[in-house]
């Protein structure tokens, strides 16, 4: 595989960008080998500037569920910006996603539009202050929200991936009031609670966690984090930013049954532009300035073209529900797939998937949190994302983030997928 042209930029990169990247896991840093600098996409495609193409199995981090390059919400974006790139007022289409998004997930009642995930969970974190007026919250191992100081403690994605789950420059105070508790574990979770008596303003988690690879929540864990946080007056978060529209229609909590306080949102949301929301109950959401005293504010917030793009996406996955089925079975091809070739080659890896969200683990223990995660071998994966990468396959490039599969992935790109996987697996083995 020819990657000069990647190469080269690369190294101008470095020079005018820290690590040469706007984000870090892009570096491949974990992964070894040079990073691919992208010039274009379609459908099920990415090309790099050498011309080489790849299955994307990354999908810019979930916001391109209907795969790359898709003609509605190219059209909505091209009308919008011949409208204007930007007004800094009110405008109709806001109301009109904001209706969408609590028609399509009814817990939210009332939506604040952000430009960014990172951005939502903040504001929700502030807002779910505000509301009980006390400063702790309970966060989960491996669990990531974005890169605001609160989180970047025990953080999953790019911070567990670069070894830093505890960033420097994140006071010692911010710190004190994130308390950590494992995923899946709900004594650990009463056990802060009982030591925090009535201090605990929030408990925000990723439903389904993506960054520590896929993980998913045991039976009964996201009811029994519901009925701690209603015994004790604590605001329940769900950070769907990876989740929401992508495990269906009403994300995590539809396909769950649980309904959260707070809901935090990206990616998919704006299809493809900087998008993020949070919303929730009215009662919570109405402490939001101007309706409240919670101070939160945006120049490009709401912007009618990341707008238009967002509002074409809900307004086909609301309309195209049948989507979420094929994603799941794209998705548990590829699994049985992968399963069958570690029968064959007798390797005993984990394979955690649900929806259109699918890891698999370089250890033979269970996954269901950060330690298990961690059990994984990640010097293997580097070698595996390198040959997958080789026979034309782009996975995220770290054990601890999940693919995300695309509708353009169909049959036949699946069996690709599962080919390219087995002839690695099966060099590995014997290399
Ligand atoms: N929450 C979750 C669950 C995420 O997966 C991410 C990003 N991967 C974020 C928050 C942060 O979103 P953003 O990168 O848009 O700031």
Redesign the pocket.
Known sequence: MKIEKSRALFSEAQKYIPGGVNSPVRAFKAVGGDPLFIKSSKGAYMFDEDDNKYIDLINS?GPMILGHGHEGIAQAVREAVDHSLSFGAPTRKEVEIAELITHMMPSVEKVRMVN????A?MSALRLARGFTGRDKIIKFEGC????GDSFLIAAG?GAATMGIPNSPGVTKGTAQDTLTAPFNNLKAVQDLVDRNNGNIAAIIL?PVA??MGCVLPQEGYLLGLRDICDKNGIVLIF?E??TGFRLSKGGAQELFGVRPDLT?L??IIGGGMPV?AYGGKAEIMDFVSPAGPVYQAGTLSGNPVAMSAGLAMLTYLNEHSEIYKSLQDTTSRIAAGYRLSLDKLDLKYTINHIGSMISMFFTDQPVFDFDSAKTSNTELFGRYFRGMLERGVYLPPSQFETYFISTAIDNSIADEIIRANHEVLEELTVG
């Open positions: 981090w960014s995930g990172t951005e969970t990531y929200h974005g890169h994605s990723e993506g960054n950070d930013v990876m935090t990206g990616k993020g």
